[in-house]
T-cell receptor
Framework: GAVVSQHPSRVICKSGTSVKIECRSL??????MFWYRQFPKKSLMLMAT?????????EQGVEKDKFLINHASLTLSTLTVTSAHPEDSSFYIC??????????FGPGTRLTVL | DQQVKQNSPSLSVQEGRISILNCDYT??????FLWYKKYPAEGPTFLIS?????DKNEDGRFTVFLNKSAKHLSLHIVPSQPGDSAVYFC??????????????FGQGTTLQVKP
């Protein structure tokens, strides 16, 4: 149980385009979903916290207009990287919570912006 | 300000021996701690957690110890297996078990278990 999927697993795009990443909780309803970014050999950095039906809460330094988060249902959250640039290239990971402090993570999405 | 620190970037142990991964934190409001295992290009996998009201939690080969006075926790893996080779992250939360809180992660420790 507690399986979280992400799609796509890998995406390569041109600079200036927008990329949407989906995060789904497959066998449970997630009250809260989180979006993280991981730089090479670095820790996971929380970008934003997303609750179904409400606006996401962004961490300090994360541009909300750059990283659009939509939490359409209790099983789906999307992250859209708008007007992507090479510095946005990273490994993006989502997680979902059952309501306890334990978060279950998706497999991650490798974004490469050319 | 790194609130959760894993000061050892890497650890190498022999198969069958004990692996001890350490984690220190600075925020006394943290009341729930978790360990995750991560392989390259994959999301973290939850391993084990501990509430601040406990000082030990055991699950199979994995045991987490919490020393609140020292603001220190450790993950013991015994016996270590080659399949345990991965990056281990400790994480802390300040919202307790009744609410969903943000997780603050350490930098990770790469464990290598040699056959």
């Amino acid at each position: 149980g507690a399986v979280v999927s992400q799609h796509p697993s890998r995406v390569i795009c041109k600079s200036g385009t927008s990329v949407k990443i989906e995060c789904r909780s497959l066998d449970f309803q997630a009250t809260t979903m989180f979006w993280y970014r991981q730089f090479p050999k670095k820790s996971l950095m929380l970008m934003a916290t997303s609750n179904e039906g409400s606006k996401a809460t962004y961490e300090q330094g994360v541009e909300k207009d750059k990283f659009l988060i939509n939490h359409a249902s209790l099983t789906l959250s999307t992250l859209t990287v708008t007007s992507a640039h090479p510095e946005d290239s990273s490994f993006y990971i989502c997680s979902a919570s059952l309501g306890s402090d334990t978060q279950y993570f998706g497999p991650g999405t490798r974004l490469t912006v050319l | 300000d790194q609130q959760v620190k894993q000061n050892s970037p890497s650890l190498s142990v022999q198969e069958g021996r004990i692996s001890i991964l350490n984690c220190d934190y600075t925020n006394s409001m943290f009341d729930y701690f978790l360990w995750y295992k991560k392989y390259p290009a994959e999301g973290p996998t939850f391993l084990i957690s501990i509430s601040s009201i406990k000082d030990k939690n055991e699950d199979g080969r994995f045991t987490v110890f919490l020393n609140k006075s020292a603001k220190h926790l450790s993950l013991h893996i015994v016996p270590s297996q080659p399949g345990d080779s991965a990056v281990y992250f400790c994480a802390a939360s300040a919202y307790g078990s009744s609410n969903t809180g943000k997780l603050i992660f350490g930098q990770g420790t790469t464990l290598q278990v040699k056959p």
